[in-house]
């Protein structure tokens, strides 16, 4: 269950990041957003910062996952063509969101 709540939270961030700038997305909005206390928040995770790291790591992993899947794909050539251009605009997207939030991470800009 506490792997689960953490993915909650952390599905909960991304969606936020998604309309949010980071330095506007406290503690308690994130909470709200993953239907769980404040308190209960920090119980899984120690700091902001701490969460903002496991969303980073995670969506790491996932584009990992993502093109070692492509790689073992056993699709035609122009199928993945067109998968690795999506996950291309995926990769530039996150490495968007990543500048964005290192910048934030960087300057300490949590506000909770």
Same mark, same amino acid.
């Given at each position: 269950?506490?792997?689960? %709540?953490?993915?909650?939270?952390?599905?909960?961030?991304?969606?936020?990041?998604?309309?949010?700038?980071?330095?506007?997305?406290?503690?308690?909005?994130?909470?709200?957003?993953?239907?769980?206390?404040?308190?209960?928040?920090?119980?899984?995770?120690?700091?902001?910062?701490?969460?903002?790291?496991?969303?980073?790591?995670?969506?790491?992993?996932?584009? %990992?996952?993502?093109?070692?899947?492509?790689?073992?794909?056993?699709?035609?050539?122009?199928?993945?063509?067109?998968?690795?251009?999506?996950?291309?605009?995926?990769?530039?997207?996150?490495?968007?969101?990543?500048?964005?939030?290192?910048?934030?991470?960087?300057?300490?800009?949590?506000?909770?």
């Amino acid at each position: 269950m506490k792997n689960e %709540r953490k993915q909650i939270i952390l599905q909960a961030l991304a969606q936020l990041l998604e309309k949010r700038n980071p330095s506007k997305i406290t503690t308690a909005l994130l909470a709200k957003e993953s239907k769980i206390t404040e308190a209960a928040l920090y119980r899984h995770f120690p700091s902001k910062r701490t969460i903002y790291l496991e969303l980073l790591n995670f969506c790491d992993v996932s584009i %990992r996952e993502k093109i070692s899947e492509l790689k073992k794909s056993k699709k035609d050539s122009n199928d993945l063509i067109d998968q690795m251009k999506t996950l291309s605009k995926e990769i530039k997207n996150y490495d968007l969101e990543i500048s964005n939030i290192n910048i934030e991470i960087n300057n300490f800009k949590f506000i909770n």
